[in-house]
């Protein structure tokens, strides 16, 4: 019965450390996303074309193409994504720490938990 016991305590181990895993990795998924919309909606206030964005878009799925997307995959288009919109010519002409506080004052982004 002890050794039971023992097993059991080892596998709830095994899961709790698998769940804090899990939540490390979405909890960076989290990060990365806010970081991407807070992006996005500096380029809608900058009136990037539909166009500009579309090819943006297009462009990082297409250097993202995996046949066996995982939970890696995901962070990996947010992640190029997010490269991808911060080389976009309109951030190139102004400066993106004006875009940056501009957005801190008015971010309809913002979830709090």
């Known amino acids: 019965e ?8 080892e596998l709830l181990k095994m899961e709790l ?9 979405l909890s960076l998924v989290e990060e990365k996303l806010m970081d991407v919309l807070q992006l ?9 074309s539909k166009r500009a964005l579309g090819k943006i878009l297009l462009s990082t799925l297409e250097s ?9 995959h995901l962070f990996e288009v947010l992640d190029t994504l ?8 309109l951030f190139q002409r102004q400066p993106l720490e004006k875009a940056q506080s501009h957005q ?4 309809p982004l913002v979830i709090s938990c």
């Open 40 to 48: 996005l909606q500096q380029l809608r206030d900058l009136n990037i």
């Open 104 to 107: 801190s004052l008015s971010n």
């Open 2 to 9: 002890l050794q039971q016991k023992v097993e059991e305590t």
């Open 17 to 25: 450390q698998m769940l804090e895993t899990e939540r490390v990795r």
């Open 64 to 72: 993202c193409c995996d046949p066996q997307p995982g939970k890696a």
């Open 82 to 89: 997010y490269h991808e919109l911060t080389a976009c010519e």
